[in-house]
T-cell receptor, first 114, second 112 residues
Framework: ETGVTQSPTHLIKTRGQQVTLRCSSQ?????VSWYQQALGQGPQFIFQ???????GRGNFPPRFSGLQFPNYSSELNVNALELDDSALYLC?????????????FGEGSWLTVV | AQSVTQPDIHITVSEGASLELRCNYS??????LFWYVQSPGQGLQLLLK??????LVQGIKGFEAEFKRSQSSFNLRKPSVHWSDAAEYFC??????????FGAGTTVTVRA
């Protein structure tokens, strides 16, 4: 077990709607990242939060946003959902933002946009 | 920017046979290298990682990987596969920044 939990595990949304995915990191892990994994592909980095501030962002539009809370939980919000947003969304936590730290992944949230 | 190539999309191996999965990376300095495994419908589990030092890295479940700087490779090996090793395997590279870059993955099928 990685100690990283995500919710919900599966959900279906309609194009144009908004979605919030949640993650609970390991206790003490002040760095959380979110990845999108489309079917048949490797995970793609969305963004990282360090001590509640965005610390880096991948090639995703602003309608993808996030929050990190002091209790080691975090959220990924996606507005104006598009069909291509259908994917597995993975939360990853690490002790701090130092490169090379072991990154622990949750089991993901499957999002289907119809 | 760093990148990873996994040349083999799908590998089929007999139970008990050896397995080698290829990974090539692109990065200008010494990278941090990882292998993850993903079972169907599951998240990613870390098999092993290379940061520095000994270029032969031992991981969980009997896997090992060798970092070869001259070839920009980090191939994963297992001497004898079990049916439970059937899964998707991802190589990833991290650098001095904040993200991991993953390859497209290799699907491993184990036949009896």
């Amino acid at each position: 077990e990685t100690g990283v939990t995500q919710s919900p595990t599966h959900l279906i949304k309609t194009r144009g709607q908004q979605v919030t995915l949640r993650c609970s990191s390991q206790s003490g892990h002040n760095t959380v990242s979110w990845y999108q994994q489309a079917l048949g592909q490797g995970p793609q980095f969305i963004f990282q939060y360090y001590r509640e501030e965005e610390n880096g962002r991948g090639n995703f539009p602003p309608r993808f946003s996030g929050l990190q809370f002091p209790n080691y939980s975090s959220e990924l919000n996606v507005n104006a959902l598009e069909l291509d947003d259908s994917a597995l969304y993975l939360c990853a936590s690490q002790l701090d933002r130092k490169a090379g730290n072991t990154i622990y992944f949750g089991e993901g949230s499957w999002l289907t946009v119809v | 920017a760093q990148s990873v190539t996994q040349p083999d999309i799908h590998i089929t191996v007999s139970e008990g046979a050896s397995l080698e999965l290829r990974c090539n990376y692109s990065y200008g300095a010494t990278p941090y290298l990882f292998w993850y495994v993903q079972s169907p419908g599951q998240g990613l589990q870390l098999l092993l990682k290379y940061f520095s030092g000994d270029t032969l890295v031992q991981g969980i479940k009997g896997f090992e990987a060798e970092f070869k700087r001259s070839q920009s490779s980090f191939n994963l090996r297992k001497p004898s596969v079990h049916w439970s090793d059937a899964a998707e395997y991802f190589c990833a590279v991290g650098a001095g920044d904040y993200k991991l870059s993953f390859g497209a993955g290799t699907t491993v099928t184990v036949r009896a």
